[in-house]
C-alpha cells in the first residue's frame, strides 16, 4: 500500500503536513506529489500510488477551478482513486453547487436563486421580502455571507456584481481583508457576474454533524451576533438522531467520503442544511462531546453506538486515511471507472 498526498499552495502546507502525519501514524508508506508542478501528470502517473489523499483549497476560483479539472484527469483517465471523492470535492466550497444537489434529491434547505443577469435578479428582488441572504460562492466563517436588510442595498449589491452598463465593465463586489490593522480590498476575489440570494431563516443554532467513514460526531455551532459560522462558540450537545440518519443518506446517495453536513435549525424546530464540506476545519482532536465526555458514534446493527474516545486527530485526517486504504482494500474502486489501468 502506497499513498500519494497532494501538495498546492504555500497555505495548504499544514493541511499536506497533518495526511503525511496520519500516514505515519498508521504505518501507511507515502510520496508527497504537487499537483501545481508543470509536468504533474508525468509526476502522478509514474508515482506508482494506489491511491491520493487531496486537501482542497477553494477560496479563490480560479484555484478551486484547477483542481476540479486536474483531480477530474486524474481520476478519470489516469484511472487512480482520490479522497475524498471527485464528486464531493466538486460540491466543495461551492455554495452554488450545494443548492441545485439538494434541490435535485429533495433534501430540506433554504430556498435559494442564483441568477446571472442582472435583469434576472433586479426582477427578483421587485418583489421579495426582506432581510435576505447575500452569498459568495465560496467563503468560510462568514466572510462572503451578508444580510441584506432593504430593497436599495440588495440592488447596489446587484450592481456592484453585474457592473453598472455592462458586464464587461464590471470590477465586481470586493469585500476588505485584513493583515494585522491594515485593511485592504481583495480584488483577487471580487465576485462577478452571479448572485446568491437566499431567504432568511432565523435560527436558534447551526449544527454540524460529520461522517468518515462508520464515525458519526456532531456538535452545535452557537451564534454571535447574525452568524453561527466563525462564532467560534460550540454547543456540545448530542446531536439528534435524525441528522445522523440524514447524514448518512446523504453519503449514500452521493457515494460521498467525508462530510460535515452543516444544518439551521430554525426557532420554529425546522432543520435546512447549509452545506455539504467534505474538508473542514477540525482543529480539536474531538468533534462531539455528550455528557462531557468525548467520543463517536458507529452505526452498528441498525443503530447508533456511542464509543468513549478522541477519534479526530490530524485534522481528521486518522479517520479519513483509514477509511480511503478500507476501501482500496475491500475492492471498493474496482468495477468503479476509478479503477487503475493494468
Ligand atoms: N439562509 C440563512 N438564514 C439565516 N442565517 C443564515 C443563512 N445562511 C447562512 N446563515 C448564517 O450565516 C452563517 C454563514 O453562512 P454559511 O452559508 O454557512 O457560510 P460560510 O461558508 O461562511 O460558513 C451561518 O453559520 C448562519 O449563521
Ligand atoms: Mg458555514
Not at 435583469?119 to 455571507?145: H, I, M
Not at 467520543?295 to 443503530?303: E, K, S
Request: charged content about 25%; aromatic content about 14%; glycine content about 8%.
Amino acid at each position: 500500500m502506497k499513498l500519494g498526498i497532494l501538495r498546492s499552495f504555500t497555505k495548504d502546507d499544514k493541511y499536506t503536513k497533518s495526511y503525511e502525519e496520519a500516514c505515519e501514524e498508521l504505518g501507511f508508506e507515502y510520496i508527497v506529489l504537487n499537483i501545481l508542478s508543470d509536468n504533474w501528470i508525468e509526476e502522478i502517473r509514474n508515482a506508482g500510488v494506489d491511491g491520493i489523499l487531496v486537501r482542497v483549497i477553494g477560496n479563490i476560483p480560479e484555484q478551486k477551478q484547477m483542481f476540479d479539472e486536474r483531480l477530474r484527469i486524474i481520476c478519470k483517465d489516469l484511472k487512480i482513486p482520490i479522497y475524498p471523492s471527485l464528486d464531493e470535492l466538486y460540491l466543495y466550497e461551492n455554495k452554488r453547487m450545494y443548492s441545485y444537489w439538494l434541490t435535485a434529491h429533495h433534501y430540506p434547505h433554504a430556498p435559494t436563486h442564483v441568477f446571472y443577469t442582472k435583469k434576472d435578479a433586479l426582477d427578483y428582488l421587485r418583489g421579495a421580502e426582506f432581510p435576505l441572504v447575500f452569498k459568495t460562492n465560496s467563503g468560510a466563517s462568514s466572510s462572503g455571507v451578508e444580510i441584506v436588510r432593504n430593497k436599495f442595498w440588495a440592488r447596489l449589491n446587484v450592481h456592484q456584481i453585474f457592473g453598472m452598463f455592462d458586464p464587461r465593465l464590471s470590477l465586481g463586489k470586493v469585500k476588505l481583508g485584513r493583515i494585522g490593522a491594515l485593511r485592504f480590498p481583495k480584488f483577487g476575489m471580487a465576485q462577478k457576474h452571479y448572485v446568491i440570494i437566499q431567504d432568511f431563516i432565523p435560527i436558534k443554532w447551526e449544527w454540524r454533524i460529520i461522517k468518515i467513514g462508520n464515525t458519526y460526531s456532531g456538535h452545535q455551532k452557537l451564534l454571535k451576533g447574525n452568524f453561527a459560522s466563525g462564532s467560534d462558540r460550540v454547543g456540545w450537545v448530542d446531536p439528534p438522531k435524525t441528522l445522523l440518519h440524514l447524514v448518512k443518506e446523504i453519503c449514500e446517495v452521493g457515494q460521498f467520503d467525508s462530510l460535515a453536513m452543516d444544518v439551521l435549525e430554525s426557532l420554529d424546530g425546522k432543520f435546512y442544511i447549509n452545506e455539504l464540506q467534505s474538508l473542514f476545519g477540525s482543529y480539536l482532536p474531538f468533534q462531539m462531546k455528550i455528557n462531557d465526555v468525548p467520543g463517536r458514534y458507529q452505526f452498528v446493527d441498525n443503530d447508533f453506538i456511542f464509543q468513549e474516545g478522541i477519534f479526530h486527530g490530524k485534522g481528521s485526517n486518522l479517520l479519513r486515511v483509514e477509511d480511503f486504504v478500507n476501501k482500496i482494500r475491500n475492492g471498493y474502486y474496482e468495477g468503479k471507472r476509478q479503477l487503475k489501468k493494468e
